[in-house]
């Protein structure tokens, strides 16, 4: 008998009817770094199942490490949320 397969998932953006853009303006907002607690920095999705107590899903894990997946989707987000080109996450790039 087979065991049980491992899924994977992946962070993604709002979708783009779901987001209202602001009036365009001039500027660059960074966003970064972001730094995730001990208990979500790991592939396995990590759910709270009350105040105290969590539950770590071992065949249900994250395609990419969070920490390089939040950052990239709260660029996105914020972009189509305020209608501008200017953002970047870290590490920044010279413009």
Same mark, same amino acid.
């Given at each position: 008998?087979?065991?049980? /397969?491992? *899924?994977?998932?992946?962070?993604?953006?709002? !979708?783009?009817? +779901?987001?209202? @853009?602001?009036?365009?303006?001039?500027?660059?907002?960074?966003?970064?770094?972001?730094?995730?607690?001990?208990?979500?920095?790991?592939?396995?999705?990590? /759910?709270? *199942?009350?105040?105290?107590?969590?539950?770590? !899903?071992?065949? +249900?894990?994250? @395609?990419?490490?969070?920490?390089?997946?939040?950052?990239?989707?709260?660029?996105?987000?914020?972009?189509?949320?305020?209608?501008?080109?200017?953002?970047?996450?870290?590490?920044?790039?010279?413009?």
């Amino acid at each position: 008998m087979d065991g049980p /397969t491992t *899924r994977f998932y992946v962070l993604t953006p709002t !979708a783009a009817g +779901d987001r209202t @853009a602001a009036a365009g303006g001039s500027g660059c907002v960074g966003v970064g770094p972001v730094t995730l607690p001990g208990l979500l920095d790991r592939p396995e999705i990590v /759910t709270r *199942r009350n105040e105290n107590e969590v539950a770590r !899903a071992e065949f +249900d894990q994250w @395609a990419v490490p969070l920490e390089d997946a939040i950052p990239q989707i709260l660029v996105e987000d914020l972009a189509a949320l305020l209608g501008g080109n200017h953002l970047e996450a870290r590490p920044w790039t010279d413009a």
